[in-house]
């Protein structure tokens, strides 16, 4: 089976630039994450979708965050424009839902964002 | 909020060393417990859970019990090897009604193990 991917794996960007980053879950996963891991700390939630509607988003910096998750797969997380401290390493899971309980969350490998 | 607390690292062992990383949370209702483990190059993977108050999670000769009295959930291994090396990462979704069903997942900040030969 294969697991979550995510590309790139590593990005450089100058602060106020943009960046996207790609996501797609394991198959059948209707419950997606986006995670922040910021360098020595736990990851923490961005944005949660269930299918393409979003469960949990209220830790996401709207002003210069955005995700989507138009058909209720594969997901893309933007940052338009990014600061310094958006560094981190960005990580997505997901999730299958089984009748009315959430699996464990599997993880892609994370996408490591350098803003300079 | 809930939030979870963990030892702070790094914890170097020599190999077949016992291992303690402690992890104690916050939480309403009764939240599942992980722990995840980040080998050097890869990404996060499960490694036990429990969902409810005495449940004990183990994998890979790792353990650990979910304490409700102390709002605790400490790993344990009895002999480490130098591939165990990697950080540790406790971690809660909540729930009101023990089935932990909101999905999202709250981290302590990481405990690094670094085993010696």
């Known amino acids: 089976e294969a697991g979550v991917a995510q590309s790139p794996r590593y990005k450089i960007i100058e602060k106020r630039q943009s960046v996207a980053f790609w996501c797609n879950p394991i198959s059948g996963h209707a419950t997606l994450y986006w995670y922040q891991q910021i360098l020595g700390q736990g990851p923490k939630l961005l944005i949660q979708f269930q299918n393409n509607g979003v469960v949990d988003d209220s830790q996401l910096p709207k002003d210069r965050f955005s995700a989507e998750r138009l058909k209720g797969v594969d997901s893309t997380l933007k940052i338009q424009p990014a600061k310094l401290e958006d560094s981190a390493v960005y990580l997505c899971a997901s999730s299958l839902l089984w009748g009315l309980r959430l699996t464990e969350a599997f993880f892609g490998q994370g996408t490591r964002l350098t803003v300079v | 909020g809930d939030s979870v607390t963990q030892m702070e690292g790094p914890v170097t062992l020599s190999e077949e060393a016992f291992l303690t990383i402690n992890c104690t949370y916050t939480a309403t209702g009764y939240p599942s417990l992980f722990w995840y483990v980040q080998y050097p190059g890869e990404g996060l993977q499960l490694l036990l859970k429990?969902?409810?108050?005495?449940d004990k999670g183990s994998n890979k000769g790792f353990e650990a019990t979910y304490r409700k009295e102390t709002t605790s959930f400490h790993l344990e291994k009895g002999s480490v090897q130098v591939s165990d090396s990697a950080v540790y990462f406790c971690a809660l979704t909540p729930g009101q009604d023990g089935s932990g069903n909101t999905g999202k997942l709250i981290f302590g900040q990481g405990t690094t193990l670094q085993v010696k030969p």
């Open positions: 429990a969902t409810k108050a005495d």
